[in-house]
Antibody, heavy 129, light 110 residues
Framework: QVQVQESGPGLVKPAQTLSLTCTVSGGSLSSSNFYCNWIRQPAGKGLEWIGR???????NYNPSLKSRVTISVDTSKNQFSLKLSSVTAADTAVYYC?????????????????????WGQGTMVTVSS | QSVLPQPPSASGTPGQRVSISCSGSSSNIGSNTVNWYQQLPGTAPKLLIF???QRPSGVPDRFSGSRSGTSASLAISGLQSEDEADYYCAAWDDGLKGWVFGGGTKLTVL
């Protein structure tokens, strides 16, 4: 069973770059085909999609964050990474990585659809001097 | 302001049926399926409903999803105390070329 786990500094100074890693266990990225998504949640608030990367490297980003976000994959380390530049206090949040899986269902598994079925536990990042 | 407005709160007593709405547009719910996530206090979200009305293995059939036009709903029947959580809808947005979430609904079991 694939699992994902976020890691990285819990404190980042304003104007610096936030860097997080999502480590995948239970499967090799070299032989996998799925999207890894980054999602964040400020304290007491809702979920915000940051962006995603396919194991082959293609990306999609939230237009509101696109100018500051870079998501990459390192198949040799079985890791995905998130970089968010020029951070401010508004970027303080719990950051999650989530595996986007194509789920097959119905008679003969004829139908399929995508959803975030595996989530990391999340990592809290505070932006403060 | 969330792309997919949801009521901020909902409540019910044990055994009741409650429904949570999620409003969208033609670029998201109107043209793509909807997923629902349950977030228990202090934990990561968990997939509850995918493809608008499908339950992952292990999710009780008390939970059901539906869609009408550009809106979606999550219904919970036979409400239990352990259902007290935040619920989020999500859909792919063709215009934004990304996933969008609802603002979340906090369900209280009275």
């Amino acid at each position: 069973q694939v699992q994902v786990q976020e890691s990285g500094p819990g404190l980042v100074k304003p104007a610096q770059t936030l860097s997080l890693t999502c480590t995948v266990s239970g499967g090799s990225l070299s032989s996998s085909n799925f999207y890894c998504n980054w999602i964040r949640q400020p304290a007491g608030k809702g979920l915000e999609w940051i962006g995603r990367i396919y194991t082959s490297g293609s990306t999609n980003y939230n237009p509101s964050l696109k100018s500051r976000v870079t998501i990459s994959v390192d198949t040799s380390k079985n890791q995905f990474s998130l970089k968010l530049s020029s951070v401010t206090a508004a970027d303080t949040a719990v950051y999650y990585c989530a595996k986007e899986t194509t789920i097959y269902y119905g008679s003969g598994s004829y139908y399929n659809d995508d959803a975030f079925d595996i989530w990391g536990q999340g990592t809290m990042v505070t932006v403060s001097s | 302001q969330s792309v997919l407005p949801q009521p901020p709160s909902a409540s019910g007593t044990p055994g009741q049926r409650v429904s949570i709405s999620c409003s969208g547009s033609s670029s998201n719910i109107g043209s793509n399926t909807v997923n629902w996530y349950q977030q228990l206090p202090g934990t990561a979200p968990k997939l509850l409903i995918f493809s608008t009305n499908q339950r992952p293995s292990g999710v009780p059939d008390r939970f059901s999803g539906s869609r009408s036009g550009t809106s979606a709903s999550l219904a919970i029947s036979g409400l239990q105390s352990e259902d007290e959580a935040d619920y989020y809808c999500a859909a792919w947005d063709d215009g934004l070329k990304g996933w969008v979430f609802g603002g979340g609904t906090k369900l209280t079991v009275l």
